[in-house]
């Protein structure tokens, strides 16, 4: 059964740091591209980050790029985005996803809320 399953979210100052983790089951992690997606009240789903499945490459989002990392461990069959210098506009659910078309799987989604 395969299962993505996110942690590390919560409630953060504006500045302030958060690191998700995404913990992957059921199908072979290391084939497949890893990202986070994020969606905010009443706005489509939007990519944030992405990795290779061998880690080699990342692309981000212009509006993260500088502020969040993404990065993943093979052995662990785990994904991180480290946020960094937060604001409120990246208040969202967030979401992992792993791809190797045509398969997509998708995980429940964390809450981010950056407030004060």
């Known amino acids: 059964q395969v299962q993505l399953v996110e942690s590390g979210g919560g409630l953060v100052q504006p500045g302030g740091s958060l690191r998700l983790s995404c ?21 489509e789903r939007e990519l944030v980050a992405a990795i290779t499945s061998a ?11 500088g502020r969040f990392t993404i ?24 979401y992992c996803n792993a791809r190797w078309a045509p398969r997509q799987y998708w995980g429940q989604g964390t809450q981010v809320t950056v407030s004060s």
């Open 55 to 65: 880690g080699g490459s990342t692309n981000y989002a212009d509006s993260v790029k």
């Open 23 to 43: 913990a992957a089951s059921g199908f072979s992690f290391s084939s497949y591209a890893m990202s986070w997606y994020r969606q905010a009240p009443g706005k």
């Open 71 to 94: 990065s993943r461990d093979n052995a662990k069959n785990t994904v991180y985005l480290q946020m960094n210098s937060l604001k409120p506009e990246d208040t969202a659910v967030y």
